[in-house]
């Protein structure tokens, strides 16, 4: 990172991805605002919801709800970091094209070659750069709720198998079965 005269990061993801001493990222998807209407007037609270990932393979989604915006993102990130789960890679990218659906958000993420960089937006990107992947190409279909959307590229990415592992399956399988014959 770089400093100015008055000691200040120049870095431009020093704001948007701060990052702890266990090196876990987190993004901020969404802030909402939430108004309750009651006897006595409305309440205000807010809603955040967080990625959180180490850029090496986990990821983590939650959502947390407080009195202030900072009291909800600390929330949410607490909740996504106790969430994360291991995603299946191939080098910078995934292994294969996977689509996932997730109320009425579809989203298909398809491997990309070295170099391509996230070619993704929104909720997705946030994933994307929180679990690590550097080359990867997406499309979202139906609803673009960046909640859903974001709900559905970890789904998505969880399904994610490593294939080499399965085709050893399969071979071991159907050498099984010419042996029975």
Sequence with gaps: MTTNSSGRNNSRNSRNNPKDNDGIVEKVVQVRRVTKVVKGGRNLRFSAMVVAGDRKGKVGVASGK???VPDAVRK?????????????MKGTTLPYQVNAKYGAAKIMLKPASPGTGVIAGGGIRAVMEAVGVQDVLSKNFGSNNPVNTVKATVKALVSLKDPDHHISIRKSN????VNDE
């Excluded at 949410?76 to 299946?88: E, G, H, L």
């Design 174 to 177: 159907s050498e099984e079965k």
């Design 76 to 88: 949410a990130s607490t909740n996504a970091r106790k969430n994360m789960v291991k995603v299946q």
């Design 66 to 68: 407080g009195a202030a």
